[in-house]
């Protein structure tokens, strides 16, 4: 049997069997098991229970954007709190990857927090109200900057590290959690959460690699988990209930082999409307205007990811099956299309139809190939050789594309999760669960989810600055009840 020991005191720490180190103060609540090799059950090798009067522990579940922010606030505000961040991988490893990795820390075009929160598919009426007021868009920028991250905003909002390095964001955070003495364990998962009869967290941890299991006592507990599945159970130990998690921010598969030979095609702008045989009322969210590109299986780009956010829910009970109109020229009124076209057929009436777009439409060869052969009008005929009525069709088919989406992008392109925790069991103004005192949620682990350009990254910046605040609070003032007396 191997043991595990860790004993909790100021500035020590120990090392276990596996090597696992703990560099943590003095806490009064903390119990080091093991997890016998032979039974494989836990056993209670210790109760470390320390003496450390007045100390409080907040744990928090996860070492990403939300969990490491909210780590980072609490330790601010109150700095005797001991703060521990248990990640089962690698911390801030989505930020990472984030933005291409370039991580689109936020956006910078919504400096109203009403209309900020237009931006969310889930959680769009909630942040209507304080919410981004405690901690908005702006603040994030200006917590960055203060901290040395230069950071820019790009002509469509999105916001990134000057050095185009989503590296530069987690060096920043880790730094800071360093100072302040946020305590980090990783390769830990937090498996399981109970709360005792004085209402305080018990916290199982296991370790990946190892038969090890240690439970863990805390204060408050801050789950910040993401989209996990994990998360979600903890939450629900905890007696929360859960909006199925599907996937949100994803591109669309087109079954057109004709469309897919544009691979790489970007439209600036074009107006596309999401038609769902499950969706009958008319939901204005369900169109949008941006930019489009065409991949090699089908359509993406922030026009498309938005669709795939607000259409997220419908588009899972409809198998991810529909259709798409899409306007290619949403500046131009359909009479005006027809005009062109006649004018053209005029003017050049000897050249070849699919050689010559007319210039005020702004499109490209490839794509004026493909509208001219889908109407049939294709090869070499001539501008004169086409009918009115056959222009007609191909001013409409500018304004009024159809495509058959068939299916979702691959498993990498998603990038949130729509559903979670919902908010109507937490209080906003805290980040506080309505059911279990002293239990908080930030980031993706709620039914929070924001379309592309840094809104998903601001909400787990929010969270967990409302959360850490407010656990910061919380202890400060039972830290100064307890000194008092
Ligand atoms: C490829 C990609 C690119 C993205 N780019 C952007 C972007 O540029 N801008 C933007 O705004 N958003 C972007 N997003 C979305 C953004 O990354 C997420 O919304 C954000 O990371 C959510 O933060 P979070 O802290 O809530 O969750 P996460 O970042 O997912 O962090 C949760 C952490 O908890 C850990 N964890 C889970 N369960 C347990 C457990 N039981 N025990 C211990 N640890 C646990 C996980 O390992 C994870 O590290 C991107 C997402 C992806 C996938």
């Known amino acids: 049997m191997s043991f595990l020991l860790t004993r909790l005191t100021s500035h020590l720490s120990i090392s276990s069997t596996n090597g696992t180190t703990l560099a943590f103060g003095p806490t009064r609540r903390y119990r080091a098991w ?13 109760d470390a229970t320390m003496s450390g009067e007045g100390e ?13 922010f909210g780590a980072i606030r609490a330790k601010t505000v109150a700095a005797n709190l001991k703060v521990l961040v248990i990640e089962k991988g690698k911390p801030l490893s989505k930020v990472k990857v984030s933005g291409g990795g370039r991580c689109n820390v936020t956006n910078g075009h919504f400096p109203d927090n009403m209309t900020f929160a237009e931006n969310y598919p889930r959680g769009h009426r909630e942040f209507r109200g304080s919410f981004f007021r405690k901690h908005g868009s702006m603040d994030t920028m200006v917590w960055f900057h203060e901290r040395g991250v230069g950071l820019k905003t790009e002509d469509d909002g999105r916001v990134f590290p000057v050095s185009d390095s989503s590296s530069s964001i987690i060096d920043c955070l880790m730094s800071e959690a360093r100072e302040r003495g946020v305590l980090m364990q990783t390769g830990k998962t937090v498996t399981a959460a109970s709360v005792d009869a004085s209402g305080n967290f ?13 439970k863990i006592e805390a204060n408050y507990l801050l789950i910040a988990t993401g ?3 994990q998360g979600y159970i903890l939450a629900n130990q905890l007696g929360h209930s859960l909006i199925d998690p599907v996937p949100s921010l994803f591109t669309f598969k087109i079954a057109d082999p004709q469309l897919v030979e544009l691979a790489g095609v970007t439209f600036p702008k074009v107006c596309v409307k999401l038609k769902l045989g499950n969706v009958q009322r008319n939901i204005p969210e369900l169109t949008q205007v941006g930019p489009m590109l065409v991949t090699h299986w089908g359509l993406s780009g922030p026009v498309i990811l938005r669709l795939s956010a607000w259409g997220a829910r419908y588009l899972f009970s409809a198998g991810y099956e529909g259709s798409i109109v899409v306007d290619f020229l949403p500046d131009v009124h359909l009479e005006e299309v027809k005009s062109i076209l006649s004018r053209q057929k005029l003017q050049i009436g000897k050249q070849k139809l699919m050689n010559s777009c007319p210039l005020e439409f702004g499109l490209i060869k490839r794509f004026w190939k493909y509208i001219v052969e889908r109407e049939g009008v294709g090869g070499d005929i001539l501008w004169a050789s086409v009918s009115n009525n056959s222009l007609s069709e191909v001013a409409s088919l500018l304004k009024q594309c159809s495509f058959h989406v068939t299916g979702k992008g691959q498993f990498k392109d998603e990038f949130v999760t729509a559903g979670g925790v919902p908010l109507s069991e937490i209080s906003l103004n805290t980040m506080e669960s309505k059911l279990q005192p002293r239990l908080f949620f930030a980031g993706e682990v709620l039914n929070v989810d924001g379309v ?3 809104f998903n990254f601001q909400n787990a910046w929010t969270g967990g600055y409302i959360a850490g605040t407010r656990i910061g609070e919380l202890a400060l003032s039972t830290i100064t009840r307890n000194t008092v007396r």
Not at 56 to 68: H, P, Q, R, T
Request: charged share 20%.
């Open 34 to 46: 093991n997890a016998c090799s032979a039974c494989r059950q836990s056993h209670s090798l210790v």
């Open 202 to 214: 018990l916290i199982k941890v296991e370790r990946r690699t190892a038969n090890i299991v240690e």
């Open 56 to 68: 409080e522990v907040l744990v928090v579940v996860g070492g990403g954007a939300a969990g490491v």
């Open 227 to 229: 989209g996990s599945k």
């Open 452 to 454: 592309t350009g840094g």
